[in-house]
């Protein structure tokens, strides 16, 4: 981090504060900015800074002190979130029971009687059993809970806050306690309905409304051992990347803390003026509560939106305004100042206030040119791309991450896919990653996918002249990336999987990998099949669905995702394949776990 003066103990013990404040900055801003009040994030900040200064201030006085400088803060005096707070902000837990299927005879025909009831009668609803597709099936659903190749699980997700219908999420699956159920690895679920519930004990719950439904293959992490998170292989219990998918919209409202009409029609307007949209983003429903609708442009981020409503100012008179953004530069050079929430406010205001920010964009402190060209491009200021650009390209810089991921989100700009474009080719496989994940957020067409299997996995290929590196996603859609077009699996090479599921071999004087497939269901094998070297090749010769080809050879052997990227680990770690692996690492929610509410009450109604 560059400052003005050679740096002394003190500073250096600042510069790991803002480290520290910067990994957290979404966990706090979070809280934050969607409405549980800025004591419920401050107490997070003073602790964390209060041990970065060597203070001993009381777990009373201190939050007392953050939260009057922050309701000080020109970020929060005359706006929305001054006078609001978010309801309908919690994680949804739904849950059901479904059917996992392709188990060989790994699975069971235990189940409870309520369950396997209500499962039979919502099979024959189905158009394959009902005969709406114009023929049934000639097994019934009982005959299908019983075969071994099956077997009944519960399904558990978390809708996120604020999601929008259609928004998707990972759920878990698992087999039921005192079942025999031995492994779920390779099956894929039916479609199941998801509900929310009431628990009435430790054992009971009520079931309500559907909100969603899952189905998908199953994933079971193929890393235990290896992954410190996780100390050994759970076959009964798999997940679904991105398997869950809403149904409806979450409700989210603003609640005034002392009712109007008044005001809550002001607030009304002001949202809507700056959302314009139809049907209208707010929405006024008595004095105490506006509904807020998730504009179609943010339903990948609907927090961001959030936020930025909670930092809207009243007032759009050109005189307040102008005293206004004056204030926010001026505090972003103060001591400490809560630079995530004057990001938000100077993005609420708009274009007006490029005039304030662009001279900002050359500060010298790291800290306040990465905050303000965040803004910038929030608000389409393409001057800010270089900024973030020369960011992302500082290495080991605090901000180098976050100002790829910001360029990724950044829709109103141009010229963003040069910068992340130059970074696919980095030393530090971190970078290209994450450069990757941002050009794929922004659909670039540098970035080509093709489907592998109906639904089994993404294969991305990523154009980079760096070192050959495999990436492999294990949350949100499953996914492989290839950076590079010169990733092969050289023979001389024998491997074959733990579970005996696939075996690969090749002689040094081989052009070509020999591939045996041995079927889950009845333990045969297959004749040998021919696939390239080059592992694009490979991977659609494991992961597509099998099928004939014109020359009557046989492509495609339906290995699961997670049997295909254990394969892949395994063949990079015998030097077998001419790449590193990398798998995707938790993320900060991931470590630090969901936002929970700090106290208000809560409800969807």
């Not at 559907?210 to 992490?221: D, K, M, R, S």
Request: charge should be neutral.
């Amino acid at each position: 981090m560059a400052y003005r003066r050679m740096t002394t103990p003190t500073e250096n013990t600042r510069t790991l504060c803002r480290a520290n404040r910067l990994a957290l900055v979404g966990r706090i801003t979070l809280r934050t900015c969607l409405g549980f009040g800025p004591s419920a994030a401050v107490l997070t900040t003073v602790l964390l800074l209060s041990a970065c200064n060597g203070k001993s201030d009381s777990a009373v006085e201190a939050p007392k002190r953050a939260k009057i400088a922050l309701e000080n803060s020109a970020a929060y005096r005359g706006t929305i979130g001054e006078h609001s707070w978010f309801e309908g902000l919690r994680l949804m837990r739904v849950r059901g029971y479904g059917l996992v299927a392709g188990l060989g005879t790994n699975g069971s025909s235990d189940c409870p009687p309520q369950v396997r009831r209500d499962l039979i009668q919502t099979m024959y609803k189905s158009p394959a059993f009902s005969g709406a597709q114009g023929r049934r099936l000639s097994v019934t659903p009982a005959q299908i809970i019983d075969d071994l190749d099956t077997a009944v699980v519960a399904v558990q997700g978390e809708i996120p806050a604020a999601a929008t219908a259609g928004t998707r999420f990972g759920v878990t699956v698992e087999a039921l306690p005192g079942t025999q159920t031995r492994s779920l690895e390779g099956g894929r679920l039916y479609t199941c309905q998801l509900n929310m519930f009431r628990m009435v004990d430790e054992a009971t719950s009520i079931p309500g409304r559907n909100l969603a439904q899952a189905a998908g293959p199953v994933f079971i992490n193929p890393f235990a051992g290896e992954d410190s998170s996780v100390s050994e292989v759970n076959l009964r219990r798999g997940y679904l990347l991105g398997g869950g998918i809403t149904s409806e919209d979450r409700r989210v409202h603003l609640i005034l803390g002392m009712p109007s009409y008044q005001r809550a029609r002001a607030i009304m307007r002001r949202i809507n003026e700056r959302f314009p949209a139809t049907p209208k983003i707010a929405d006024a429903l008595s004095p105490a509560k506006i509904r807020i609708r998730i504009p179609k442009e943010y339903d990948d981020n609907p927090a961001h939106f959030l936020g930025v409503v909670r930092h809207l100012y009243f007032s759009t008179e050109q005189m307040f305004v102008e005293q206004r953004l004056q204030a926010l530069a001026e505090e972003m050079r103060s001591e400490e100042p809560p630079l995530a929430e004057i990001c938000l406010s100077f993005e609420g205001i708009g274009r007006t206030g490029w005039a304030t920010l662009r001279p900002l964009y050359a500060d010298p402190q790291d800290e306040i040119s990465y905050y303000a060209a965040v803004a910038g491009v929030r608000t389409g200021d393409d001057l800010a791309v270089e900024v973030l650009a020369r960011h992302a390209r500082t290495a080991n810089s605090l901000y180098q991450l976050p100002a790829i991921a910001a360029l990724g989100s950044s829709v109103r700009v141009r010229r963003v896919s040069g910068p992340l474009l130059a970074l696919l080719d980095d030393e530090d496989p971190r970078i290209r990653v994450a450069a990757y994940e941002a050009l794929r957020s922004r659909h670039d067409p540098a970035i080509r996918s093709i489907v592998v299997g109906e639904d089994n996995f993404l294969l991305d290929r990523v154009p980079s002249s760096g070192a050959n590196l495999i990436y492999a996603k294990r949350t949100g859609t499953p996914r492989v990336a290839l950076f590079g077009d010169q990733i092969t699996c050289e023979p001389p090479v024998f491997f074959r999987h733990r579970d005996e599921s696939i075996t690969i071999n090749a002689l040094a004087s081989d052009t070509e990998l020999t591939l045996i497939r041995r079927s889950p269901f009845s333990g045969g094998v297959s004749p040998p099949l021919r696939s390239g070297t080059a592992i694009a090749d490979l991977l659609e010769m494991l992961g597509q669905d099998p099928k004939i080809t014109a020359d009557g050879d046989v492509f495609g052997l339906g290995l699961s995702y997670s049997t295909v990227v254990s394969t892949l680990y395994e063949l990079c770690e015998q030097g077998a394949i001419n790449a590193k692996f990398m798998l995707e690492q938790p993320s900060v929610t991931a470590i630090f776990g969901p936002i929970r509410n700090a106290g208000r009450p809560e409800s969807e109604r």
